[in-house]
């Protein structure tokens, strides 16, 4: 079974420009989560979604952050404009809604601002 | 601030010894917790997970261990394998906070032949 897909794997880009970054959730979960791990603040929740819908964006840094979640099979975290204290690595990851079930990540995104 | 602490950063035991990763939690509402484990450049791996209505889980070579009064966890594997290398994350989620997981920093573990 395909588990959390991520792309890009990398990314190195310059301050001040736009970064995508692009999950696809296991088939038939139906939650989806964003976080950002750095040394610092360990692995911290951006913000996550039920069937497509956010539930909890408390843990988005700041505007120049946002999430969508067009359908069931796939979700973005976009940063613009890009900031060096942005470089983290961003996991995604999903959960079926059945109680207490395990969230699975993703490789995870090396993001890199110059 | 943070709700979940591993206060070890890391940890070397002998292949075949017992491993002992703690984790602390400073919110009462805590009531579910989890163990994941992560390789470099992979994504964390969920290993075994308890509720706040039981005092242990075990799962093969791995047992939680929970003890509400203090707010604490542990992970015990046994007998520890080179394979478990790895960084090994505390997470708990607060009801009241849907599916959000609070994690901690993590605890590195070596294990050595």
């Known amino acids: 079974d395909a588990g959390v897909i991520q792309s890009p794997r990398h990314e190195v880009t310059e301050m001040g420009q736009e970064v995508t970054l692009r999950c696809k959730p296991i088939?038939?979960?139906?939650?989806l989560f964003w976080y950002r791990q750095t040394m610092m603040r360990g692995l911290e929740l951006l913000i996550y979604?039920?069937?497509?819908?956010?539930?909890?964006d408390s843990g988005m840094p700041e505007d120049r952050f946002s999430a969508k979640m067009p359908n069931a099979s796939f979700s973005t975290l976009k940063i613009q404009p890009s900031e060096p204290r942005d470089s983290a690595v961003y996991f995604c990851?999903?959960?079926?809604?059945?109680?207490?079930?395990?969230?699975?990540f993703g490789d995870g995104t090396r993001l890199s601002i110059l | 601030d943070q709700q979940v602490k591993q206060n070890s950063p890391s940890l070397s035991v002998q292949e075949g010894r017992i491993s002992i990763l703690n984790c602390d939690y400073t919110?009462?509402?805590?009531?579910?917790f989890l163990w994941y484990k992560k390789y470099p450049a992979e994504g964390p791996t969920f290993l075994i997970s308890?509720?706040?209505?039981?005092d242990k889980n075990e799962d093969g070579r791995f047992t939680v261990f929970l003890n509400k009064s203090a707010k604490h966890l542990s992970l015990h594997i046994v007998p520890s394998q080179p394979g478990d290398s790895a960084v090994y994350f505390c997470?708990?989620?607060?009801?009241?906070?849907?599916?959000?997981?609070?994690f901690g920093k993590g605890t590195s573990l070596l294990v050595t032949p």
């Open positions: 088939s038939g979960h139906d939650y």
């Open positions: 979604f039920n069937n497509n819908v956010p539930i909890d």
């Open positions: 919110n009462s509402m805590f009531d579910y």
């Open positions: 308890i509720s706040s209505i039981k």
């Open positions: 997470a708990a989620n607060n009801p009241n906070s849907g599916y959000a997981l609070n």
């Open positions: 990851a999903s959960s079926s809604g059945r109680a207490r079930q395990p969230q699975h």
